[in-house]
């Protein structure tokens, strides 16, 4: 069993190296964005209470994104393993997981780390509108305000490790599957 939590600044490279260890380990690619909107497509009970809470411009509170990773992963093509993406995003959220997961844990959280000024040319060159610089400066003092404390807790919880981010997705893929394969 492979279960997996990537963590990472945005532009660091998690989307595409998490389509690759998916495909990899064959194992679901799990993002809180695409759990949200199946939980709203399915008309589940926590779908419903999700849909009224961002319809209403609020975010998602902790306890209600843990019952839909819940039932997220509670289907049948995660009982071999999972890769989580964007989640968890809070303390709350990282010990809620555990206990959801309790007895086992998970078995590897992986920070992909590239510095900031490569991170920013990275999100500046996808031409996006919402990419302005002061934009990605304050989403990467919102990742080390949020993450760092998860680095911490996964830390001292379970196991992590802290991954080069640079170079090719090839490059990258093999340092992160050495660090999955070598904890088996």
Same mark, same amino acid.
Do not use: W
């Given at each position: 069993?492979?279960? =997996?939590?990537?963590?990472? $600044?945005?532009?660091?490279? $998690?989307? &595409? ?19 949200? #909107? ?5 008309? &589940?009970? =926590?779908?419903?209470?999700? $849909? ?17 990773? !819940? ?8 009982? $071999? ?7 968890? #995003? &809070? ?21 992909? !780390? ?5 991170? /920013?040319?990275?999100? =500046?060159? #996808?031409?996006? /509108?919402?990419? /302005?610089?002061?934009?990605?400066? !304050? ?43 070598? #904890?088996?």
């Amino acid at each position: 069993m492979t279960r =997996l939590v990537i963590l990472g $600044k945005q532009g660091a490279g $998690k989307g &595409t190296q998490c389509v690759l260890l998916a495909a990899h380990y064959d194992i679901p690619h799990i993002s809180t964005g695409d759990m949200l #909107r199946a939980a709203v497509a399915e008309g &589940t009970a =926590l779908g419903l209470e999700a $849909k009224a809470v961002m319809d209403a411009g609020n975010l998602v509170s902790d306890e209600l994104i843990l019952g839909i990773v !819940r039932d997220r992963l509670s289907q049948p093509d995660a009982e $071999k393993g999972f890769l989580l993406d964007g989640f968890p #995003r &809070t303390k709350t959220q990282a010990e809620g997981l555990l206990e959801l997961l309790s007895p086992n844990s998970i078995d590897l959280a992986v920070d992909i !780390r590239v510095p900031d000024d490569v991170v /920013t040319v990275r999100m =500046l060159e #996808r031409g996006r /509108t919402d990419d /302005t610089p002061e934009a990605i400066a !304050r989403r990467l003092e919102l990742y080390r305000a949020e993450t760092a404390p998860l680095l911490d807790f996964f830390e001292v919880k379970c196991h992590f490790t802290a991954v080069n981010g640079l170079g090719s997705e090839s490059e990258v893929q093999d340092r992160i599957v050495a660090e999955i394969d070598g #904890r088996e």
